[in-house]
């Protein structure tokens, strides 16, 4: 069964700063990963999605993510983040195998905050 | 596009009532799921439905309910509701077929408590 590993719970950064929200995930067979993000309030919208083909995957925002098969992650980065980025972001794990494994599972999240 | 609705969009229940969550979308999507959300826990899926007519269990299913009444519309009934069933209730939909590699479109939510 798949797991996924978000190593920080609360990120906190000022505005205009770079930023990386860490992602480790643990599958005995190959994976789709993916970030979501939640807004105050809001449901979840997909930032980005890594189904195969180039590591490096960018998405909307300005975010961008790299996967990592041998660390077996998949970071989520932005080179300068704006007071409009905070809110809660959640990594993401399938597979392409039937049953349990072809849902999404979620890790338990982490609250970016930017301050001016 | 109004995309996934959701009512109500708060409730507070007591122990042993019964409730049906509405979830509607517009988008044609073939795919459509439940999920709750708790502190600390992530998103964890109740159950889907991959079309009319299909529905699967997922995580966390006990004490749940589900009926895919058409293409548009897919509710979660708790029979009898206990305070470990106090969460925020989120419905999804997807273009379909495969739930493990299609974007899910997100409601607003339903914050639920039982008390």
């Not at chain 1, 660390?71 to 080179?79: C, G, I, N, V």
């Not at chain 2, 979830?23 to 992530?42: E, F, I, K, L, T």
């Not at chain 2, 079309?51 to 519309?73: A, F, I, W």
């Not at chain 2, 029979?79 to 209730?89: L, N, R």
Request: proline fraction near 5%; glycine fraction near 8%.
């Amino acid at each position: 069964a798949q797991s996924v590993t978000q190593l920080d719970s609360q990120v906190p950064v000022f505005e205009e700063a770079p930023v990386e929200l860490r992602c480790n995930y643990s599958s005995s067979v190959s994976v789709y990963l993916f970030w979501y993000v939640q807004y105050p309030n809001q449901g979840l919208q997909l930032l980005l999605k890594y189904l195969s083909g180039s590591t490096l995957v960018k998405g909307i925002n300005g975010f961008e993510a790299e996967f990592n098969k041998s660390q077996t992650s998949f970071h989520l980065r932005k080179p300068s983040v704006h007071i409009s980025d905070t809110a809660e972001y959640f990594c993401a794990v399938s597979s392409p195998y039937g049953g349990s494994q072809g849902n999404l599972i979620f890790g338990k999240g982490t609250k970016l905050s930017v301050k001016p | 596009n109004a995309g996934v609705t959701q009512t109500p969009k708060f409730q507070v229940l007591k122990t042993g009532q019964s409730m049906t969550l509405q979830c509607a979308q517009d988008m044609n999507h073939n795919s459509m799921y439940w999920y709750r959300q708790d502190p600390g826990m992530g998103l964890r899926l109740i159950y889907y439905s991959a079309s009319e007519g299909t529905t699967d269990k997922g995580e966390v299913p006990n004490g749940y309910n589900v009926s895919r009444l058409n293409k548009r519309e897919f509710s979660l009934r708790l029979e009898s509701a206990a305070p470990s069933q106090t969460s925020v209730y989120f419905c999804a939909s997807s273009e379909g077929p495969s739930r493990s590699t299609d974007t899910q479109y997100f409601g607003p939510g339903t914050r639920l408590t039982v008390l």
